[in-house]
């Protein structure tokens, strides 16, 4: 079962809305899911709140050590309070997924994420979960880190929210450690489709009555 939930992300007003923040805007909902406050705690270098579920303590916890950092605040909860890294989800950023979608995954490599470099590094070991947030790829691997640290489009920002609000909806498993329900939950999930839009109608007054039929063959 999961007992520290993280959410990564970089501390202070300019990466609030950031895509590598997307890891913090999870944290957040979870927190006010759960109706915790999550209080700055020097000693584990981030934001921390607890809860009980069934009788067992829930960690909530968002490095305030900016990014590259990030395994020195995990690795101090966890190794003080006996977590195991296999009972720890870090949710963070996934540029090789759309936003709107999201994916839960156990171990493997960091792939270049400074945040679970760190973790890898502190924990010493990779065997932990993982909530990849889709915040989309940028196209050019150039473009990467101007991506990550900067606004999604609103559209974009909306995906993410909806995407965020649905794996709420497995919390309950990963508290009961129900994993592959969990992962289940979360990997079926779609956002709706968009509605198309509504035809228009030209009508005697309107100009677009007035249009050619086929204006690509005009003189």
């Known amino acids: 079962m999961i007992k520290l939930f993280v959410g990564l992300g970089n501390p ?12 913090f805007w999870w944290i957040d909902a979870l927190a006010r ?15 921390v709140a607890r809860t009980t579920v069934n009788g067992q303590a829930e960690w909530l916890l968002k490095p305030m050590t900016f990014m590259n950092l990030s395994g020195k605040s995990v690795a101090a909860l966890a190794r003080f309070f006996k977590i195991a890294p296999e009972e720890i989800l870090v949710a963070h950023d996934e540029l090789d997924i759309m936003p709107g979608q999201a994916k839960l ?11 679970l470099r760190d973790i890898h590094a502190q924990l010493g070991t990779p065997d932990y979960w993982r909530l990849r947030i889709g ?7 150039a473009e990467v880190i101007n991506w ?5 489009s609103q559209e974009h920002r909306a995906a993410i929210e909806d995407c965020i609000a649905r794996c709420l909806k497995a919390i309950p498993e990963l508290f009961s450690g129900e994993m592959e329900k969990a992962t289940m939950l979360i990997h ?10 509504r035809p228009v109608v030209a009508s005697a007054a309107s100009p677009l009555s007035d249009a050619p039929a086929n204006p690509s063959k005009q003189d």
């Open 105 to 115: 995954k156990f171990g493997g490599s960091h792939a270049g994420h400074n945040g």
């Open 33 to 47: 899911e759960l109706k915790v406050p999550l209080r700055l705690d020097k000693s584990y270098h981030g934001q």
């Open 148 to 152: 990550v640290l900067n606004k999604p």
């Open 188 to 197: 079926t999930s779609r956002p709706e489709r968009p509605k198309p839009p």
């Open 135 to 141: 915040i989309g790829h940028p196209g050019v691997k």
């Open 12 to 23: 202070g007003t300019e990466y609030e809305a950031t895509r590598h923040n997307a890891g």
